[in-house]
C-alpha cells in the first residue's frame, strides 16, 4: 500500500468509480473510452490524485482512483462527470448538447488495501 502525504496528513484513499450513460444509451466506442480516460486523468490529477485503472463499455465506465483527503467523492464525481460530458460533446460530437451525458446516479465503493488487487483485476477484464 503506498501512502501519500502532504502538510497536514498522510492518506490512502481509493475508490472505485462506476457512471453509467442516461438511459443506458449504447454510445461509446472504442476511440470514445481512450478519449475519456485521457479526461478523466487529467481531471483527478488536477485535483491531486490519480486514475489508477480505467475501462468501460457502450454505456459505463469503471474507474480505481486515489484521491487526497481535501475532496469529497461527490466534488470529484461531480468534477468528472461535468467535463467529461461537456468534453466529449465539444470535441466528439456525441448527444444532444441540451442533456446530460450521464445519468445522475454512480456506484462509489471504498477500495483498501485487500480488495484493491481484486478491484484492478475486475476493471481490466
Known amino acids: 500500500m503506498k501512502i501519500t502525504k502532504n502538510r497536514f496528513a498522510r492518506y490512502s484513499l481509493k475508490s472505485h468509480l462506476v457512471f453509467i450513460t442516461k438511459k443506458r444509451q449504447k454510445i461509446f466506442t472504442p476511440d470514445h473510452l481512450i478519449f475519456l ?8 490529477s488536477e485535483m491531486g490524485g490519480s486514475l489508477e485503472e480505467f475501462s468501460g463499455g457502450e454505456e459505463f465506465v ?7 483527503p481535501k ?19 465539444r470535441d466528439l460530437l456525441i448527444g444532444d448538447s441540451s442533456d446530460s451525458l450521464w445519468y445522475q446516479y454512480y456506484l462509489a465503493l471504498s477500495v483498501g488495501e485487500f480488495d484493491e488487487a481484486i478491484i484492478k483485476k475486475f476493471i481490466t477484464k
Open 71 to 89: 475532496w469529497s467523492i461527490s466534488d470529484i464525481v461531480n468534477n468528472l462527470k461535468a467535463r467529461s460530458s461537456r468534453l466529449i460533446r
Open 62 to 68: 469503471h474507474l480505481l482512483i486515489s484521491y487526497p
Open 37 to 44: 480516460q485521457k479526461v478523466m486523468q487529467e481531471t483527478i
